[in-house]
């Protein structure tokens, strides 16, 4: 009998000290907490990081490296020290733990992804708790490639694998309205139930020098993870029960809800993974035919377009104000759109010659507002 699926991320600053190495009691206690969660018949994923953090100190580096491959190298040697203190850990409660090393380029590639996906099932079938982390020594520095932080990285995984729930364990226990480390004023934020730009300014960087992404690539993760139809949360978890808490909702921490249903695979493809190669603006009539009509663009609410795409391509949609509300496969190219833009169908059916007359078609097109 298996319930529901549940995603748990725990970052650097949970699992190792600003010295580096790694804190074995800490992972024997996170071991003890996700194997009652398992006992308990849910299907539990561990997207852990602290690789760089363990490895660091076994070269000898004085401190948590930042050029790449030094980085690379720490978490060479400390994946492997991260994998085998799990291993050990879950052994005591007879339970099997597999190791699962992501990029981003897996991510934006079709046929990778569906096979990361179905051996996590497959594992999950076999009641292991699969254990991922970046594939650090592949995964080039670059903005576009990397993740650098797990956050993100959690919140695929929970899209993905459909999971009800994403709980993303850190050393500060929620999202407060300002970093709680600069600001001890600062307060806490209870629930958020639809990240605004507003949300995001409040969250700051890394607080530790063994974290990466901060509490800005945590919300991040949180939209996406909401977007794709799985409730969030972001705390602490240090005493026993404290994960069983935060997954029935009484944690210490910040809450996430979203009433949205899980994604086809297809539409994270085009949300979460997809390259977008222009944008294109339009007008308040088209704003509402997307978000609340549920309908196609057409040319007649192009109001601007920047980039050079072609048919078939992804684009981002943007209203006047210039905020992002979500990407579709466009049917035209960008000369295309310049010369029919703000035209009625039928004009535009008189200019140009597309296989589509609508920019994008409601069925290739996502929201992210
Ligand atoms: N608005 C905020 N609310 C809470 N924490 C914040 C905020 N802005 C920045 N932070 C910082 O984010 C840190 C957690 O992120 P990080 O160090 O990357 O941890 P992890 O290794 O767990 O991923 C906290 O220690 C805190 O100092
Ligand atoms: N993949 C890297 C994760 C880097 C990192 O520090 O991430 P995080 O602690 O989640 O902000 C590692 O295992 O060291």
């Known amino acids: 009998m298996m319930s529901e699926r549940i995603v748990v991320k725990i970052g650097s600053s949970s699992l190792t000290s600003e010295e580096g190495g790694l804190n074995r009691e800490r992972i024997q206690y996170f071991a003890e907490e996700l194997a009652s969660l398992h006992k308990n018949g849910s299907g539990v994923m561990l ?39 799990y291993q050990e850990a879950f052994s005591r409660f007879g339970i099997v733990a597999a190791q699962i090393l992501l990029t981003r380029a897996d991510f934006s590639n079709r046929r990778r992804i569906q096979n990361a996906l179905m051996t996590i099932e497959e594992l999950l ?9 970046e594939n650090d020594t592949v995964a080039t520095d670059e903005l576009v490639l990397k993740f650098g932080d797990n956050d993100n990285l959690s919140a695929l995984v929970a899209a993905m694998t459909k999971a009800a729930k994403l709980v993303i364990i850190t050393d500060m226990d929620g999202l407060y309205t300002e970093d709680p ?39 991040e993760a949180a939209r996406i993870a909401m977007r794709g139809g799985v409730h969030a949360f972001i705390g602490k978890v240090q005493q026993e029960g404290d994960l069983a808490l935060a997954v029935e909702g009484n944690g210490r921490g910040t809450y996430f809800d979203t009433k949205l249903h899980s994604l086809p695979m297809k539409k994270q493809w085009l949300g979460f993974h997809s390259m977008p190669q222009g944008r294109i603006t339009v007008d308040d009539g088209a704003v509402s035919a997307l978000l609340e009509g549920g309908k196609s663009l057409l040319p007649a609410g192009v109001t601007d377009i920047q980039g050079e795409f072609h048919p078939g391509d992804v684009v981002e949609v943007a209203n006047r104000q210039g905020e992002t509300l979500g990407r579709g496969v466009v049917n035209y190219a960008a000369w295309q759109i310049q010369a029919v833009a703000g035209l009625t169908t039928e004009e535009v059916r008189r200019r140009v010659d ?5 920019v994008i078609h409601r069925d290739e097109w996502i929201t992210l507002k």
Do not use: C, W
């Open 47 to 85: 997207v852990t990081s602290g690789a760089v953090a363990a490895g660091f100190r076994q070269i000898g580096y004085a401190s948590k490296p930042k050029i790449v491959h030094e980085k690379q190298a720490a978490a060479a040697v400390g994946q492997a020290l991260l994998m085998q203190a």
């Open 181 to 219: 480390r600069k600001n001890p004023q600062a307060v806490k934020i209870e629930r958020v139930d639809q990240i605004s730009e507003d949300i995001m300014k409040l969250a700051g960087g890394a607080g530790s020098s063994v974290g990466t992404g901060g509490m800005r690539s945590k919300i």
């Open 354 to 358: 597309v296989a589509r007359i609508e």
């Open 125 to 133: 079938r076999q009641r292991i708790i699969p254990i991922i982390n």
